[in-house]
């Protein structure tokens, strides 16, 4: 599986992070052990909310390449919904067969396209925002809609880490992964339609 990770300036790093630090164990197992990964975004540096800097290795890429995107959410994710040259770049993620994001990456898919008819979460606070874009918006942790995984706001980043971990590698993994980063809790509100 080879996954493309999208950052943008004003992103919420947590976002990025909790879902990258669950991920990247999928490697551990022999259902995923091939996994690859590239940080990807349009400029060679994204700027986090806080002025963090983190460097991306693969700019404006081929989504399509891609069997899994994955949008984390921000304050950036506000503004971009309108920039026709991002929404572009991320149309290309037509055909990767899953879509994943966490908080307001979920405004970014819809502001795409790719939320008609669907059934999705972000960020409680926003839940207005994204409901323009979709079917129905699911007051709940992980919404799981055929191929698109959405989920709520900051924290559920690990719990998203997790639930892809089970998907792919099984419920044992997951269990491991868990143990290895010392994660004791349950998610709730997980809603697949």
Known sequence: MKIALVLFDGVTFLDFVGFYDVIYRLRQFEPTKDTTWDICGLTEEVTDELGMRVSVNVIRPDLSAYDLVFIPGGMGTRKLREDADFINWIRTAESAEFKVSVCTGSLLWGAAGFLKGRKATTHPNVYDLLQPYC?????????????????????TSIDLGVYV????????AAQLVKKQIDYPYQAAGIVEV
């Open 165 to 172: 971990i089970e998907r792919f590698a099984g419920a044992e």
């Open 135 to 155: 079917e129905e918006v699911v007051q709940a942790r992980i919404v799981k809609d055929g191929h698109f995984i959405t989920a709520g706001g900051v924290a």
